[in-house]
DNA sequence: CCGTTTGCATTGCAGTTGCAACGTAAACGC
DNA sequence: GCGTTTACGTTGCAACTGCAATGCAAACGG
């Protein structure tokens, strides 16, 4: 094989440039030529690693999906060993909110590929699996948090739209970062019980 | 004055067209001439009574707004006077979900025109307005069920952030439609106290 | 009856889109 | 050395876009 690149290498860098156009002027200003002024390449280039458009969303999709997931895993393991069920899902939701610019343009992008799927059920499927595992893992946090009363599955269900609305919300500016960091706080007293209030979050 | 027309009902066939094409194909594909066609009449009327394509857009997002409201206060007027404020909540939520095809519908036109003002702050401010008083009514309903021990404000905001997810959830088709009322009749159990199950929802 | 205003259709235009086609240069196997 | 394969860059094209401009008919005021 001749001339030797790192095929992902250039996949990722097409799909990283589609993202910051995706952020700052919303999907259907992705098109090839943009994406290829932003990335700093030619046009051909960008149809050399994606042949059709519809190719690279699908591409850039799945990095939105792996970067969250990535976020994720990454909080979660700061914690270290063994933490507490409530800790554990608040770190986890936390992280998915768009607090920061980075992660508002990412929220951004994910934003506008929620409406782009909405529209392409074939597409969306990805993300069916992607939710029942996600929800599968809180209903278990859930259970191991010694909540009573409550039937784990609909919590997660619940707690989960929590994140996405709050996310939804943030992302429009209607509140900002702390009444939603607050919501989400509230959420979880309600549903393990009121916090001992260490020193951490008043008011 | 020649020729009378009723600006308003031309102005609301053309933006009901607009919506068709949203729901069915998203807001990218929505053109003039696209827009046009599906009202069945000529590009030039379209252009007639808008005279941009984002006077257009403004206008279709108010209609979406207003006939949300439409349906809320139509809901909670058929529950009669002074109705629980538990029930009044779950009547206007529930009914601002996505749960049968026209709210679906609209529920995708609105999902898209949230990342279209995601990328165009000064649209989205009116949105603003509509998010704090619904805020606030919630609010006041929360205080009224004799909640205790939450912050309403705070229990609102969740509450919000709740419907708005699991709507999202519906339209991406993530899970059935009695799995969201489920979650949020868990919800408010959260919040008001487990239900004496009146016969209405057990399982 | 005539001018003006309104309602609407048609046409034109510059710009952008996705995509195919073609070109070339480089690296490799032989 | 040569042919093949990969990695691009360039060009071309038909389709589409928003929008301005133009045309025309109808209805009204005078």
């Given at each position: 094989m001749?001339?030797?690149?790192?095929?992902?290498?250039?996949?990722?860098?097409?799909?990283?440039?589609?993202?910051?156009?995706?952020?700052?002027?919303?999907?259907?200003a992705v098109s090839l030529r943009h994406v290829?002024?932003?990335?700093?390449?030619?046009?051909?280039?960008?149809?050399?690693?994606?042949?059709?458009?519809?190719?690279?969303?699908t591409f850039a999709l799945a990095v939105v999906r792996e970067r969250n997931e990535a976020r994720v895993t990454r909080a979660i393991r700061a914690l270290g060993a063994t933490p507490a069920p409530r800790a554990l899902l608040r770190t986890?939701?936390?992280?998915?909110?768009?607090?920061?610019?980075?992660?508002r343009a990412d929220g951004r992008v994910a934003l506008a590929f929620l409406a782009?799927?909405?529209?392409?059920?074939?597409?969306?499927?990805?993300?069916h699996d992607e939710t029942a595992a996600l929800l599968?893992?809180?209903a278990q946090l859930i259970r191991a948090g010694?909540?009573?009363g409550v039937d784990p599955e609909q919590a997660a269900v619940g707690l989960l739209a929590v994140m996405e609305?709050?996310?939804?919300?943030?992302?429009?500016?209607?509140?900002?970062?702390?009444?939603?960091?607050?919501?989400?706080d509230?959420?979880?007293?309600?549903?393990?019980?009121?916090?001992?209030s260490p020193a951490g979050r008043g008011r």
């Open positions: 001749p001339k030797r690149v790192d095929h992902r290498e250039r996949r990722a860098l097409i799909a990283d440039a589609l993202m910051r156009v995706a952020a700052e002027q919303g999907l259907e290829a002024a932003a990335a700093g390449v030619s046009a051909g280039m960008v149809q050399h690693y994606f042949r059709t458009r519809d190719e690279m969303m986890m939701l936390a992280e998915l909110l768009p607090l920061d610019e980075e992660r782009y799927t909405a529209v392409r059920p074939a597409v969306a499927a990805a993300l599968g893992f809180i010694t909540v009573e609305g709050l996310g939804i919300y943030l992302l429009g500016g209607h509140y900002p970062p702390e009444t939603a960091l607050a919501a989400l509230t959420q979880l007293d309600l549903l393990f019980g009121p916090e001992p």
